[in-house]
Nanobody, 125 residues
Framework: QLQLVESGGGLVQPGGSLRLSCVAS????????IGWFRQAPGKEREGVSC????????NYADSVKGRFTISRDGAKNTVYLEMNSLKPEDTAVYYC??????????????????WGRGTQVTVSS
């Protein structure tokens, strides 16, 4: 059974850092595009970053470029999102999702088929 489990969220002060993990089970990430998304209360789910082809292809939302880094550990079947210089507006539930590799790395949540349950990130002083 295909499963995605996120972890690593928490409460952090502005300017701080967190590393989110997304562990996949029941399938190998080698054949999938993996995306990170977030959803704040009352807002639409938005794409943060995605990775494809063992990291050869990555994509970032403008709002996180230079602050967030996506990476993948094939041996652990895990994708990470390193988040630095966090801002209060980064507060949201963060989700990872996958779609079978079609050669593109999309930040459109509608493109993804399988989702984790999310991890809460709160940036506040």
């Amino acid at each position: 059974q295909l499963q995605l489990v996120e972890s690593g969220g928490g409460l952090v002060q502005p300017g701080g850092s967190l590393r989110l993990s997304c562990v996949a089970s029941g399938f190998t990430l080698d054949y999938y595009a993996i995306g990170w998304f977030r959803q704040a209360p009352g807002k639409e789910r938005e794409g943060v970053s995605c990775i494809l082809d063992a990291g050869v292809i990555t994509n970032y939302a403008d709002s996180v470029k230079g602050r967030f880094t996506i990476s993948r550990d094939g041996a652990k079947n895990t994708v990470y999102l390193e988040m630095n210089s966090l801002k209060p507006e980064d507060t949201a539930v963060y989700y990872c999702a996958v779609v079978y590799n079609r050669g593109t790395c999309s930040l459109q949540y509608q493109s993804y088929d399988y989702w984790g349950r999310g991890t809460q990130v709160t940036v506040s002083s």
